[in-house]
């Protein structure tokens, strides 16, 4: 560049090149709109990289006054709060710009020297409240500047009237909170993750301190920057799946990393856990909590366990912290006590788990004879001295993090039996806690449940059983004094801890009867069977109990009961085995098989809660799909929808019709759409057989066949009913999860399969009329009519195998390789691997054609399926760019691919020879509707161009080479079909050509149309005998012919 600028024609010289920055970073410190910012950052980070790349000094001086202006704008006296909307606006974004610009693989310059200036300046403005904080509980000096600055600012607001003055913040503020916006989206960039990482420690500590600025822009500002370090320096956390946490690192780790931060949260903790102890008298939550507290626990409960030990002497050992979080596990904020539970889990390494957790459990109050312990409102008092619920709440959710963290990782099984072994001994003494007649706390009685449930899944995956046996028979029997609490009683004032203690209970006493892979969190051994075959304490119950303690679950007036209970059943119907188990798991089996359906039919009547409707609609679909899946193994008195009686389906349907017509949740919705797809499976074969019948009743009594053809008639309108659900629900404008919904429930309906077997009674009884849509219901039109809705959701299966979701197209594809014929698929589909989605979209073609390809009415489908595909309206305003116009609900959707499928299958299907001047009529007619249909787009087209040319012809516009291509095919197939029989006036065939040919020429710069509309005009002069050559002589100047060229080129 320094050349260019010596020569006479230099294109950009050094006063140009700083007005161009200066332009940019005026516009990144003035403007608030976000898309003007990104742009004008991507110009400036290009800018400012050339410049860096260049070997002139002068260049680079540049980049270094754009950053001093930058840092003076940053720390600007006189600025007000709208200099901080939007985050900072540009400031961070032309920070970022400077920081991205600097070459790859060279020394960071700037980077460096802008983060120590941010992290001076955002930790400058707490060197005054940082001394008050580090005397052991004196905060009057906090509470007494957020008392000053609250004054202060009534006070501006009262004595001044313009508006500006309420804007205005102690000197200091902004520049704060703009370094802080720009610590942010430093840490956030993943482009600077290697460089940052050196200053995470240092942000990470100036961010924990300005939580006690009095100043709520700083803070919050301050809360965006921690949240954006945890991220970096410890990874993302998902709280759904356990297994996200496996990049994690582990506090050993973390803080060998970061040193700096272990002395740091030492010294934080230390005079967090002083002020609570100071600050227990006072009242106000905020005289008690300090402000670095909350983020240092969150902090440390993002860490993994690690799985060795710290050194003996180690400074940064992570255990060190263990006296301050257990300090803080006790305390009377249930917040701080759940905080610092989960921050423990990382402390506590597998070699000390053991040790800690039974310390942890002996401080729990124990006493050998429990009806002799004197229980009041606060605290337990008996053998040792008084405890407080809360000190015994903090024990025992400590138990829970350790149990359910750290305890359930551990690999080896012997380490876990051992553990539990111990432990189990130590809760025995203790087991009065769980007990709301001994204890009359529920959130005690909820906490010891929970962490006997812990244990109870943990030993589902160890090799003791005697463990297992004695957690399975203590914890039942607590749960089931504590289910016997009722929440609900006279008084309106609901206790929402009991309804938490029956919600827990609930759980534990199913799981006590099966305990599924999905309670136990990894794969479980082959002995686990074995040992839920021996849970003896439910063996003792009398027969039917629980059976009667399942039903009264699911009736229960407690919504939390219910649902825990709809969840477990649905986990019991998809996972246990009906053929196997102990003797609670096969009761219940058995009882399923009799009376599952019939109750969750009734349920469903009478439940008002959405998530338990939805649950009572997954456990009835997944119960009838398994029972569908093994019909030819199902035992004479099991009952499901493929057996129960049609009025009593009806009934089922109707409720389901009418839940539809209310439903608000869109999981509801998603099962439900599931449901009617199994009764329909039921309507479908029911109707199928009706029909067959009816074929055969040709010659026997009218009355005998009315009643059939009632039945029919009842039967269709509820498979129409369906059929227009799926259509609705497939469409691409709805939901991914609606779509999904509406495949599923496609395949369960088992209307596919009724192809075949209805395509052999559908009769040609006339040509199709353009009304024919069946909407009249006629005996003789029963067949055909159940026919076409059969036909609609095949085309509407065809539809979902295009859709953009590539799980939903994977998965029905799958399942519609199984709906073919055992014929079909060892005709066309070799070996078991399955074929690949686009040739099972052909392969459907071929079935269809295959078994309707006799029927009138198939063909009238294609045809409206070729038009509807050609169809395009023009849209309204410049064709050269539209921003806002609406995009496509369906990327993947390849029209063009079924025209021509559909083309290529009406070429081959057989023309009707009992109506042949009606059917010659009927193509005549429909090859007049794509001409006229191709004409008026190319009008609306040309008109809408208004003349202009367009660069490659317009025949090449994006949106004109689809209807053109899709008419001009449907013409030209229809074209054939009308030539293989005789043609009586074949020139007002040729005509249609002639007046076609004056208006497409514009139109054949695009190969692909000029070539088809060559073959259209020579079948004509093959077929009519006229010769076609002053049509096509003017065709070939210029154009390349090609040889052999197939319309149908997307047919492999």
Known sequence: MDHLMSASDAVLDVNQLEAIGNHFLEVLLKMKHNGAIDKTRAGFTALCNRLLCSDDPRLCQLIESWMDQLMERTVAKGQTVDDLL????????????????????????????????????????????????????????????????????????????????????????????????????????????????????????????????????????????????????????????????????????????????????????????????????????????????????????????????????????????????????????????????????????????????????????????????????????????????????????????????????????????????????????????????????PTLNTSFLRVLDHMLSIAGTCQAVKNYDVICGLLSELCSECLTLNSFDESSFIDPTTSELRKQAAISYLRCVYLSKENAEVQLPHHTCDNMRKAGPLVQHRPGDIEKRLVCFMSDASYEVRHATFKWLLQFVTTASTEAGDDGIAAIALWARANLQVTLIELLSKETHHKCVDYILRIIFAWNLSQYQKSDKICGNTIYIGVIELDLLLLFWNKLVSIHETVRHTKTLETLLCCFGLCIKRFASSLTSTLLVLSTLKSRKHDESDELIRCTILLYEQIKHFVCLIKQYADASQPVNLRKAAAESIVASGLLEQAELISSIVISVGIPSESSQFDVIHSKDSVNMYGFLILDLWFTCIKLLEDEDVNIRKELALDVQKCYPEQFRSRFLAGLVPAQVEKVIELSFEFLSSVFGHWDVYFDYLLKWVLEASSCIVPEGDMVKRVFDKELDNYHEEKLLICQICCSHLEMLPVSKTHKPEFRNFLITWRTRFLDQLLRFISDHLGKLGGAYWVGGVGNHKDAFLPLYGNLLGFYVLSKCIFDEAVDDGMSLISDVIELEKSIRPFLGNPLVCNLYILVVRLHGEKVGVVANHLIAPLLNGVLLWDGFNPYFLLR
């Open 86 to 441: 939007r985050r900072s606006a540009g400031i961070p974004a032309a920070f970022s710009a400077l920081f991205l610009s600097e070459p790859q693989g060279a020394p960071k310059k700037l980077l460096p020297r802008a983060l120590h200036w941010l992290i001076n300046v955002a930790g400058g403005s707490l060197l005054g409240q940082s001394e008050p904080i580090q005397i052991a509980g004196d905060t009057t000096e906090i509470l007494d500047l957020e008392a000053e600055e609250t004054s202060t600012s009534t006070q501006i607001f009262d004595t001044s009237t313009d508006l500006k003055s309420s804007k205005i913040r102690v000197e200091g503020v902004i520049p704060t909170v703009h370094a802080f916006n720009v610590l942010k989206a430093a840490f956030n960039d993943a482009n600077l993750a290697t460089d940052t990482s050196g200053f995470a420690a240092e942000a990470m500590i100036i961010s924990i301190r300005a939580f006690s600025s009095p100043h709520w822009e700083i803070r919050n500002s301050a809360c965006l920057v921690y949240t954006a370090l945890l991220r970096r320096m410890v990874g993302f956390l998902n709280v759904h799946k356990r297994a996200s946490t496996r990049h994690a690192l582990t506090s050993l780790e973390f803080f060998h990393r970061y040193p700096s931060l272990h002395s740091f949260v030492f010294s934080e903790l230390e005079i967090a856990t002083e002020l609570l102890l100071d600050g227990r008298s006072k009242s106000t939550l905020a005289s008690i909590v300090h402000p670095s507290l909350c983020p240092v626990l969150i902090l440390l409960s993002r860490l993994k366990p690690s799985p060795i030990a710290s050194e003996l002497g180690d400074q940064f050992d992570p255990f060190l912290f263990m006296p301050f979080i257990q300090r803080c596990s006790t305390e009377s904020n249930m917040r701080i006590r759940k905080l610092a539970s989960r921050a423990l889990t990382g402390l506590v390494s597998n070699e000390k788990l053991h040790s800690v957790l039974l310390d942890v459990a002996s401080l729990l109050p124990c006493s050998e004879n429990p009806s002799e312990t004197a229980v009041d409102k606060t605290s337990f008092r008996g053998s040792r001295s008084s405890v407080s619920f809360n000190s015994v709440h903090g024990i025992l959710l400590q138990l829970s993090a350790l149990l359910d963290t750290n305890c359930r990782n551990l690999a080896e099984f012997s380490s876990k039996d051992s553990i539990l072994d111990d432990l189990l001994k130590s809760l025995i003494k203790c087991s009065w806690i769980g007990s709301p007649r001994l204890s009359p706390c």
